[in-house]
């Protein structure tokens, strides 16, 4: 099974500050990277899906780049809303498996 | 309005079994994958299993293999998980999830979730 890590495992940041996450996989799995977005006692939200690409209705403030082993999520500018746990996923390969999570808090 | 909904969580003693269901609404359900991922109380998420449109293809993790039972019936737009032989770590709030496949890469995601229902193993 492909492992993947993420880090900071927790931040704090304020409004309007650029956050940025990292998502590292134990193999290559080219662009099949997914980013979600989960707030206390909600379902995950679909943010970023192949390492780029953003889903219809989110903000344009994510962002999300990279390939191969190494990933980011970006938030350019952080709003209230945006508070809560983010996970990475690779789909390459079957388990699909999820990051550990990053939370983001207010500082 | 396009959702998934689940049911059938609840408290049940080790050894015991429960069936989960997931039913669809908003979108053509048969069309799609579909998928189980849970989240033990505090964790993160876990994939648990995963069926193709017409049921052909399906995947478990290996730590529910041979005791969970993923199956749907595209007519009443429902997904289900047999759960079988529960443990106390099989505790955790199930997620079903529409999983979207790329039509020439093999891009896949999970974009649509419900809400979840909460299954506890406990004596």
């Known amino acids: 099974d492909i492992q993947m890590t993420q880090s900071p495992s927790s931040l704090s940041a304020s409004v309007g500050d650029r956050v940025t996450i990292t998502c590292r996989a134990s193999?290559?799995?080219?662009?099949?990277l997914n980013w979600y977005q989960q707030k206390p006692g909600k379902a995950p939200k679909l943010l970023i899906y192949?390492?780029?690409s953003l889903q219809s209705g989110v903000p344009s403030r994510f962002s999300g780049s990279g390939s191969g082993t190494d990933f980011t999520l970006t938030i350019s500018s952080l709003q209230p809303e945006d508070f809560a746990t983010y996970y990475c996923?690779?789909?390459?390969?079957?388990?699909?498996?999820f990051g550990p999570g990053t939370k983001v808090d207010i500082k | 309005e396009v959702q998934l909904v689940e049911s059938g969580g609840g408290l049940v003693k080790p050894g015991g079994s429960l069936r989960l269901s997931c039913a669809a609404s908003?979108?053509?359900?048969?069309?799609?994958?579909m998928n189980w991922v849970r989240q033990a109380p505090g964790k993160g998420l876990e994939w648990v299993s995963s069926?193709?449109?017409?049921?052909?293809?399906?995947y478990y993790a290996d730590s529910v293999k041979g005791r969970f039972t993923i199956s749907r019936d595209n007519a009443k737009n429902s997904l289900y998980l047999q759960m079988n032989s529960l443990r106390a770590e099989d505790t955790a709030v199930y997620y079903c999830?529409?999983?979207?496949?790329?039509?020439?890469?093999?891009?896949?995601?999970?974009?649509?979730w419900g809400r979840g229902t909460l299954v506890t193993v406990s004596s």
């Open positions: 193999q290559s799995i080219s662009s099949y």
């Open positions: 908003g979108f053509t359900f048969s069309s799609y994958s």
């Open positions: 996923q690779q789909s390459y390969s079957t388990p699909v498996t």
């Open positions: 192949a390492a780029s």
């Open positions: 069926i193709s449109s017409s049921s052909s293809y399906i």
């Open positions: 999830a529409r999983e979207v496949r790329g039509s020439v890469t093999a891009i896949r995601y999970f974009d649509l």
